[in-house]
Nanobody
Framework: QVQLVESGGGLVQAGGSLRLSCAAS????????MGWFRQAPGKEREFVAA?????RRTYYADSRFTISRDNAKNTLYLQMNSLKPEDTAVYYC?????????????????????WGQGTQVTVSS
């Protein structure tokens, strides 16, 4: 089992940048493929980005964002650039154990087993 804690959210002006972090503890971080999702007020939670266990494969819903991981530091990152007011949401990291599979990513919420508590990102216009 893995525990996930997000940080790095806050208030930023439109056009600015933020880097979110997700610290993992418990079972070995590199065991898990990881993803970022977000949920805006009154909307369903949606996929943002995903990364494979090895970090060599990534997948995005938006090219302004970059997902990365440091398996030595047990940390997942989301670099967000050119932020827009519509990016305002609670951002969640999530983990799924894909066993021996080092290269696959997952993009659907139901495919993930573990979730953090979320970090709020607010983009002002």
């Amino acid at each position: 089992q893995v525990q996930l804690v997000e940080s790095g959210g806050g208030l930023v002006q439109a056009g600015g940048s933020l880097r979110l972090s997700c610290a993992a503890s418990g079972r070995t971080f590199s065991t898990y493929a990881m993803g970022w999702f977000r949920q805006a007020p009154g909307k369903e939670r949606e996929f943002v980005a995903a990364i494979s266990r090895s970090g060599r494969r990534t997948y995005y819903a938006d090219s302004r964002f970059t997902i990365s991981r440091d398996n030595a530091k047990n940390t997942l990152y989301l670099q967000m650039n050119s932020l827009k007011p519509e990016d305002t949401a609670v951002y969640y990291c999530a983990a799924v154990d894909l066993g021996w599979n080092l290269s696959d990513v997952r993009t659907k919420q139901r495919e993930y087993d573990y979730w953090g508590q979320g970090t709020q990102v607010t983009v002002s216009s």
